[in-house]
């Protein structure tokens, strides 16, 4: 059980003990700095603890945001401060401080909470300051200002900030006013009776499945009900982000279940619908297959991009200047969320034309808009990356080389290559992995199925991916590098599945592709969580987009077109057992653990 240590001596009405007490907290008096110091050094080191002035008045909602969030090591509102287990040293050196002769802050500051805050602040160490808006947290002086400091807490409905809380302050238009505005209910319904976001974020792909399932029936009935479940699905994907920000129940398992599942639904829903226009007499797995890869590869754009400038100094381009001036004019603020079809309005188009048009028209459409989109935002940061003068770090390098996914081939090129590498251009990474990836794609689908040529053309490609790779991706565009490995991956198997032209072979095509992107997915969720890359071993195994891209070229050559849908269905399975089963070892060993949970609270894809 979490400890909270209250400061000084107790006000004869408040309500802070009671109020901790609700929250989760055994509380412990101390009379002054030597008492907490000492109160301190009892709690275990494995369990959270609190200062707080006894003196507090606030509202109840802003104290949970600062002392029980578990995803800072050290948060602090004022007249409070805690400190997870990774942040108890931290503050055990802070209160030290202030216990010993000539503190340093004691005559400035007259909360000890607060005086500790200052001492962690000179420390250099991270306090998070959650965003409080209207909600009060203040330690009054003397009794009229704890007598308007209570009248202020009683002019502000707690429960309508925490309500307003739960919605992210950045989403897409439909999930803002289409979604939010009832979904924030069902969360606080949630909470009440004990859900989880866990539970939550299940129900939300069972949902997805069941839609799946009924658009895999092919008739209209089917279509109608998978679209009205679709957007069900949707709400609860809404209702598990809301209901971890309403009651603060974040954890990396959920983080991690949050992220995953919304690949899963929306990749099976495309399943769906091929295998429903299947039993209409329509075969569109090749569609399907390639709204997969193109999700996919701006999706690894996207992440590409933000891992490149994770350490960059504000950009001052010319192009974020006039996003900025656009931003003031409100309507482009909404009309630019919507091109680029986020979740929401992805999800609600392709519920919408599954109920009232084919499985065709529905991918033909959502190809169409995501290409739109992909071009967009790509552009956009393709300006902005040429005329912003940023330096990237190591760790930005790191990721990028990470998020390429690299087999023992191209790293034993890129090796025997550095020295040549070192001699190219700044634009030559990208421009090489663009190259080397549109060979093997145009010789796949140009050449005939069984033809030595895509073979060929892949051990180019090797070269290439090592080349490409052979120094650190530090320049302005090697962001692109890894969403041109990915788009020369996946087409390169969409290509040979298609020239095969046998029953089955794409259904096996997409069942690899989405093994291989959930591997590069849960790449991009360790990276994002500080967790570092998949393990090397893991990397070498799966074999590398180039080892990948190699083998499949090979077995298309030396196999018939019914022998390489096996092999296919082989590799499918084969690469999907591995990395599933290393990737639920590691979340949840990372969970019980207690690692810090990341969840997205920006604009979602």
Known sequence: MPTAILTGQPVPGSSIESELRSLGFDVQHASGAADTETLLARVPAAERVAVVDARFVGHPHALRLGLTDPRFPLAAVPGAVTARPDGRQALTRAMARENSAGGGTALAVDSLADRITAALDADGAAVHRPELGSLVAAVPADPQARNEARQAVAAVDDEAVRLKSAVKARDGFVTTFAISPYSRYIARWCARRGLTPNQVTTASLLTALIAAGCAATGTRGGFVAAGVLLIASFVLDCTDGQLARYSLQYST???WLDATFDRAKEYAYYAGLALGAARGGDDVWALALGAMVLQTC??????????????AAANTSPTAALSDRLDSVGWTVWLRRMIVLPIGERWAMIAVLTAVATPRITFYVLLIGCAFAATYTTAGRVLRSLTRKATRTDRAAKALADLADSGPLAEAGAR?????????????????????????????ALTDFGGPWPLVAAAVYVLTSALAVARPLKGALDWLVPPFFRAAEYLTVLALAAKADVNGALPAAFGLVAAVAYHHYDTVYRIRGDAGAPPQWLVRTAGGHEGRTLVITALAVVLTAT???????VLAVAVALVVLVESIRFWVAAHKVGAPAVHDEGEPA
Do not use: I
């Open 253 to 255: 398992l959920g983080a």
């Open 298 to 311: 701006r999706h690894v754009v996207d992440f590409s991009f933000n891992e490149a400038n994770h350490d």
């Open 416 to 444: 025997s290559l550095a020295g040549t590498a070192r001699r190219l251009p700044g634009f030559a990474a990208p421009a090489v992995a663009l190259l080397g990836g549109a060979a093997v794609v145009a010789t796949a």
């Open 563 to 569: 022998q390489f849908k096996v092999a296919l269905t």
